[in-house]
């Protein structure tokens, strides 16, 4: 961490705790990848994950409680987005290194 968590309270170090929490789901990882490319329906979140409706909806609720999906509500349909956009900034630091790492690993079993 950076030299601002000196200074950061508890209650902060928490709020920051409880957001990596939220990305600690591989299912929520898998939503907000969807979105990535746009709004989408609950329906569309459904075929693309291949999660049930109610398992959906249920990590669709905690990103929101959360603040980083917004939903849009159409006729009886709900339509949800990306409310943090930062959050593929930390997404794709993790990803870029997990990736190295598995690259490493590989070549590694393979000599």
Excluded: Y
Excluded at 46 to 55: D, F, H, L, M, Y
Excluded at 70 to 91: L, T, W, Y
């Amino acid at each position: 961490m950076s030299n601002n968590a000196e200074s950061m309270s508890d209650e902060m170090l928490e709020l920051i705790a409880q957001r990596f929490r939220l990305l600690s789901d591989p299912m929520r990882l898998k939503i907000l990848h969807q979105l990535q490319s746009g709004e989408k329906s609950v329906t569309e979140l459904v075929e693309n994950t291949g999660a049930s409706q109610p398992n959906v909806s249920k990590h669709l609720s905690t990103l929101r409680t959360h603040g980083l999906v917004k939903r849009r509500q159409e006729g009886n349909m709900a339509f949800f987005s990306i409310a943090a956009p930062f959050i593929f900034d930390v997404c794709n630091t993790v990803c870029d290194s997990m990736k190295s790492e598995w690259e490493q690993r590989s070549s590694l079993l393979g000599s």
